[in-house]
T-cell receptor, first 112, second 117 residues
Framework: DTAVSQTPKYLVTQMGNDKSIKCEQN?????MYWYKQDSKKFLKIMFS???????INETVPNRFSPKSPDKAHLNLHINSLELGDSAVYFC???????????FGQGTRLTVV | AQTVTQSQPEMSVQEAETVTLSCTYD???????LFWYKQPPSRQMILVIR??????QNATENRFSVNFQKAAKSFSLKISDSQLGDTAMYFC??????????????FGTGTRLQVTL
């Protein structure tokens, strides 16, 4: 069974469109994250949720809006997509005890 | 703020040899955890090994081991008996720990490791 699952794996869309990426974890973890990996492979946190509550919001344009309907799900909605939003977006989850974060397979977003 | 530095953008090692990847970090926290993640071409992020800062003993996972030097804020990864499947980007990462809520992972810039025949 997949521990952290995000869909879709690939997303190609035009500038100005709105898109969503979904994430689900079946590990029973309390904390979920969104990370962005740029073209140089640098990983940077965007958001962190703990039990559906927003904990971390790292200087991300407000076109990005995370939503956590329950602690097993954390979705990312992006409005008015721009070329610079092209990247790989990773969802991850972590237990209360820091054994490490477990990552989904990533969504490669390409804005054309 | 915490920073993680990986000074080796690329490294190469022959199959069956040993290679060490370097990582240094900066923090004023006392309670933290360190990790190495592997990202193969499939782009999946795979946790390789973790180290609790309060433990003096270096962590080991099969062919992977760390050299944790807390005073020097150094956390290097040693891969023994390198295999072709070890070819990947390797990221060093840092996580603080506070009141039972997991904090964010801060990543280094990564080291691209190529294992050759």
């Amino acid at each position: 069974d997949t521990a952290v699952s995000q869909t879709p794996k690939y997303l190609v869309t035009q500038m100005g469109n709105d898109k969503s990426i979904k994430c689900e974890q079946n590990l029973g973890h309390d904390t979920m994250y969104w990370y962005k990996q740029d073209s140089k492979k640098f990983l940077k946190i965007m958001f962190s949720y703990n039990n559906k509550e927003l904990i971390i919001n790292e200087t991300v344009p407000n076109r990005f809006s995370p939503k956590s309907p329950d602690k097993a799900h954390l979705n990312l909605h992006i409005n008015s997509l721009e070329l610079g939003d092209s990247a790989v977006y990773f969802c991850a989850s972590s237990a209360r005890w820091p054994v490490g974060a477990f990552f989904g397979q990533g969504t490669r977003l390409t804005v054309v | 703020a915490q920073t993680v530095t990986q000074s080796q953008p690329e490294m190469s090692v022959q199959e069956a040899e040993t290679v060490t990847l370097s990582c240094t970090y900066d923090t004023s926290e006392n309670n933290y955890y360190l990790f190495w993640y592997k990202q193969p071409p499939s782009r999946q992020m795979i946790l390789v090994i973790r180290q609790e800062a309060y433990k003096q003993q270096n962590a080991t996972e099969n062919r992977f081991s760390v050299n944790f030097q807390k005073a020097a804020k150094s956390f290097s990864l040693k891969i023994s008996d390198s295999q072709l499947g070890d070819t990947a980007m390797y990221f060093c990462a840092f996580m603080t720990w506070d009141t039972g809520t997991a904090s964010k992972l801060t990543f280094g810039t990564g080291t691209r490791l190529q294992v050759t025949l």
